[in-house]
């Protein structure tokens, strides 16, 4: 690698890259960015707009052609170098309506390089995953002096899981493999009998950030740089250092589309495989994405964390033993069976649980604990305008929460039509993320917990006070997420946006931005 001078070359995301240092460059897949340095072969300097940083060389791809922008699909985790790129030695990816002007012998041959690309992708994937397996996982187990279950468990994860999948379905692809004429394989059904199985990558991606972080405490120490070395060396690997062997997983699993989008862009209608690869390809997409939902919350939770800490009082369990999201929040009128008083509260709604708020009454930015709802314990009712049965009051804009297993019954009432639908919607949306959390087995690992309770109580020890928030954020809008919606029942001033320089509720804002509504 070089550092790169006189035109500047561009390059395109291929996975959401999340900043976690102040100088990196943060993007979302499908951003494109101004490659200013690639002089360090795993850390590239880079531009978007005004703003400038470092990000992982692996989460990126170069366009091949700098002039028509088009992109290059990399080789296993590792970059072209620009100096490549501008020399032509890397193979240009034609655009759809390139591929239908082609003659069918160029588009069959094309078709035949991609499916060899991926044959030839997927076996040196599966000798990564066996020297990650052999050559460090089953020496670190042998050494119980150096490391305790706990620690293998956050490094390795479920790799080896994911190596005897794998197995599985390469055996798979190389049966469908056609030797003498590539270009006819069918591969698209190895995809789809295999969907469910992909899912395993979602444990190991949502780890992932947990290993690095255990492994750059390790490498401290030089007893840990040398056994991992020398493990590297017994098992004759690359020379590549055990985090970056480590990444092949994440990186593989967000390559897949990639692939399978250049493999339909050169299979005609008429081919036997089309509709198995279109289907392939909406399958993967559809895991990397929701395997990169999971990332951005499991880099959210200290933020969960921090909200908990700010509110008094606190009673029972941690928010993050049982959830992970901030779904809505607002302020409604509540009412509990029986027959009680109206009462205003702040209202948290997180996957599994609903928590209560009562807002000081001099410092109305400060919170304090009232109580929470389970939320798998109850179903969720709309109430009609007019006089409520269960409570014997009028009601407006209100909605109830029924006690599936008892007659207990609580009644919310929202200033206006909009915000009740706005809740309903976020029950909705509450409900849909637990199912799908179960089908796919997410959740936080002891070790996050403890690894965000330890970063909340350094940062309040720093501070030297118990942290207090500035403010509740302005409840998100379900049916446009991002825009912050001010009820009536809100002073208009707590929720100014001041000045970058003078920022008053920078941690609100950000928590606030945590609801994950989808359309």
Request: aromatic share 12%; charged share 30%.
């Amino acid at each position: 690698m070089m550092k790169i001078t006189g035109s500047i070359v561009s390059a395109e995301a291929v996975w959401d890259h999340v900043t976690m240092a102040d100088r990196e460059l943060a993007f979302k897949a499908g951003d494109v960015i101004k490659v200013l340095d690639a002089s360090n072969k795993d850390w590239w300097w880079g531009q978007i707009d005004d703003e400038e940083g470092w990000f992982p060389a692996s989460f990126v791809r170069l366009w091949v052609n700098q002039e028509e922008n088009t992109a290059v699909e990399t080789v296993e985790g590792a970059s072209p170098s620009p100096s490549e790129v501008q020399n032509g030695h890397a193979d240009a990816s034609p655009s759809s309506s390139d591929c239908l002007c082609q003659p069918a012998q160029d588009r069959d041959q094309m078709r035949a390089n991609i499916i060899n690309e991926i044959m030839s992708t997927e076996r040196h994937y599966i000798k990564h995953l066996k020297d990650i397996c052999e050559g460090y996982f089953r020496q670190c187990k042998k050494r119980r002096d150096m490391f305790n279950d706990d620690q293998l468990r956050v490094i390795f994860g479920n790799i080896e899981d994911i190596y005897r999948f794998q197995m599985g379905f390469v055996r798979d692809l190389e049966k469908q493999y056609n030797t003498e004429e590539p270009h006819l394989s069918e591969i698209g059904p190895c995809f789809l009998e295999h969907q469910d199985g992909f899912w395993i990558y979602s444990e190991y991606c949502n780890n992932h950030v947990d290993a690095c972080m255990e492994l750059s405490r390790l490498m401290k120490d030089g007893r840990y740089q040398q056994f991992f070395e020398a493990c590297r060396l017994v098992q004759q690997m690359i020379d590549i250092a055990i985090d970056g062997f480590l990444l092949t997983p994440v990186q593989k699993i967000c390559k897949y589309p990639l692939q399978l989008a250049e493999l339909l862009k050169y299979t005609v209608q008429e081919h036997s495989d089309y509709r198995y690869v279109a289907a392939a390809l909406a399958v993967m997409r559809n895991v990397t994405q929701q395997i990169n939902e999971r990332k951005r919350r499991l880099e959210n939770i200290e933020k969960i964390a921090q909200w908990q800490a700010s509110v008094l009082d606190w009673e029972g369990d941690d928010i993050l033993d049982r959830s992970s999201e901030l779904v809505y929040t607002g302020e409604m009128s509540w009412i509990y069976q029986p027959y009680g008083r109206s009462q205003t509260r702040v209202f948290f709604l997180f996957d599994h649980q609903m928590v209560l708020c009562k807002k000081d009454l001099i410092r109305r930015d400060i919170l304090y604990y009232k109580g929470r709802i389970n939320m798998d314990r109850y179903n969720v009712v709309d109430a009609v305008d007019g006089r409520d049965d269960d409570f014997n009051v009028s009601v407006k804009n209100a909605f109830k929460l029924s006690n599936k297993d008892s007659d207990e019954i609580h009644i919310f009432l929202a200033k206006k039509l909009e915000e009740k639908l706005r809740w309903l919607r976020g029950f909705h949306e509450e409900r849909k993320m637990v199912q799908e959390d179960e089908k796919i087995g997410f959740e936080i690992s002891e070790y996050q917990k403890r690894q965000a309770a330890m970063t909340v109580r350094r940062m309040t020890k720093q501070k030297g006070h118990r942290s207090v928030p500035p403010g509740y954020p302005p409840p998100m809008d379900p049916m446009n997420p991002g825009q912050y919606l001010v009820g009536d029942s809100m002073e208009q001033s707590e929720f100014e946006f001041p000045e970058p320089e003078r920022c008053k509720s920078p941690f609100w804002q950000s928590f606030s931005r945590l609801t994950p509504f989808r359309k």
